[in-house]
């Protein structure tokens, strides 16, 4: 069974950090990604990175703040988000696709998803 969970969100104050992890189980995964949705907004690809971990991209909103990185061995992702603003609060979602398919680092289609976690950055 394929599953992506995330962990690491929580409550920060504005300017401080969180680091989230996805760990993903029941199939090889390629391009990662992460994404987030605010109330009443568009879900927004902020982060995605190849499968070796060569390649990211960053929305520019996030550009220079956060860093996305992998761990093969463990299946798992990583998104370091510094100097946090209140802007960055919203529900910060995991996605992937399997190895064999090939798109765009910042295309916003993935094949698989997980549940979601809360960030929310207070002023």
């Known amino acids: 069974q394929v599953q992506l969970v995330e962990s690491g969100g929580g409550l920060v104050q504005a300017g401080g950090s969180l680091r989230l992890s996805c760990t993903a189980s029941?199939?090889?995964?390629?391009?990662m990604g992460w994404f987030r949705q605010a109330p009443g907004k568009e879900r927004d690809l902020v982060a995605a990175?190849?499968?070796?971990?060569?390649?990211?991209y960053y929305a520019d909103s996030v550009k220079g703040r956060f860093a996305i990185s992998r761990d093969n061995a463990k299946n798992t992702m990583y998104l370091q988000m510094n100097s946090l603003k209140p802007e960055d609060t919203a529900v910060y979602y995991c996605?992937?696709?399997?190895?064999?398919?090939?798109?765009?680092?910042?295309?916003?289609?993935?094949?698989?998803w997980g549940q979601g976690t809360q960030v929310t950055v207070s002023s």
């Open positions: 996605a992937a696709d399997l190895r064999a398919v090939e798109r765009p680092l910042s295309e916003r289609v993935f094949g698989y």
């Open positions: 029941g199939r090889s995964f390629g391009r």
């Open positions: 990175i190849s499968w070796g971990g060569g390649s990211a």
